[in-house]
């Protein structure tokens, strides 16, 4: 696969000040702008620069970046695009273009791929297979001290009043690969080894349903989401859980503006097309395990000013 991560989103937010103090204590890492942008920026671990906050008077994804190998890449896409009836433009090591239903606009970039060193994280024991003998999983004082900081940018997963149009753009056009899907509802599609790096949901509005962001492991999502929620108990939305599909643990919260963003860990990865056999699965079964799921988290609770374009 050409493609191989996404590589940074903006995202619109009415409230700035708020979004900026959440997402840094998130984990999101607070990065000097760019010469002449006065915006704010977050970095990742691993990911780099993949978060950009910018005034908005309605919370939206406006944009999302894609990694490529090289120009090549962006001749064969801007011809698919053609063939969708969809107008890019190739500037340099760039295309861009938008997709036609949300109006999200993509910026698909020749870049290097990403390479991830391992972080040790503790052996966990099992029945039969003692990993970790006389002594515990933590030293102490203070267990893991540091804070948790998300690796990389996963996935983002929108919701588009026109699912399969919106589909064919990402595949047809773009060059995704669809992993799963449920029922009608939702689709779940790749540019990299990730299970899913964009979801796309049927919904009555075009908006943002929630961004991901991977973390070292499930005991990182605990963490995460005990400092994130102090003081602060509206912020939670869903979790401690695991998905079936894609097979992540996740924890989801809402930012100041109502996006979802979820901490996710121990994803599905498909190392070769060939032996992943994509399956349409009912909701009732998309979860392996999890406290029951919030209503808002298939009506978020602005969609009415959503769709009235008020929020």
């Keep these: 696969m050409s493609l191989h991560r996404l590589t940074a989103i ?9 979004a900026v103090e959440y997402y840094t204590q998130f984990g999101l890492i607070p990065l000097e702008p760019t010469p002449g942008d006065d915006n704010h920026w977050f970095g990742t671990v691993d990911g ?3 978060l950009r906050i910018v005034e908005s008077p309605v919370r939206k994804l406006q944009s999302v970046g894609i990694g490529v190998d090289d120009r090549d890449d962006l001749g064969r896409i801007a011809s698919s695009l053609r063939r969708l009836g969809v107008a890019s433009r190739v500037e340099g090591d760039q295309l861009m273009t938008i997709e036609p239903i949300t109006g999200l ?6 870049t290097s791929r990403l ?13 039969g297979n003692i990993v970790r003998a006389n002594t515990r999983a933590w030293p102490m004082p203070g267990r893991r001290p540091e804070p948790v900081r998300p690796r990389r940018l996963g996935h983002v997963s929108i919701g588009s009043t026109d699912r399969p149009a919106t589909m064919r753009f990402f595949t047809d056009g773009i060059g995704f690969k669809v992993s799963d899907d449920v029922g009608d509802l939702a689709t779940f599609m790749r540019c990299s080894t990730d299970h899913h790096n964009v979801v796309v949901n049927a919904a009555p509005v075009n908006f943002l349903h929630h961004t991901s962001w991977e973390v070292d492991d499930v005991d990182e999502i605990g963490r995460g ?3 994130l929620l102090a003081g602060h108990p509206e912020r939670h939305v869903w979790g401690l859980g695991r998905h079936y599909v894609g097979s992540n643990f996740f924890y989801y919260f809402r930012d100041p503006a109502g996006n979802f ?4 860990s121990d994803m599905d990865e498909i190392l070769d097309d060939q032996l992943w056999q994509p399956g349409v699965f009912e909701l009732d079964v998309a979860n392996s395990w999890s406290p029951e799921m919030s209503p808002s988290l298939i009506k978020p609770d602005d969609l009415a000013e959503l769709m009235a374009g008020l929020h």
């Design 10 to 18: 903006t995202l619109g937010m009415p409230n700035v000040t708020e």
């Design 48 to 50: 780099g620069r993949q």
């Design 105 to 110: 606009e993509v910026t698909l970039s020749v």
């Design 115 to 127: 390479k991830q060193e391992v972080t040790p994280t503790p052996a966990y024991n099992s029945p």
């Design 225 to 227: 989401a005990q400092n």
């Design 261 to 264: 963003t979820e901490y996710y």
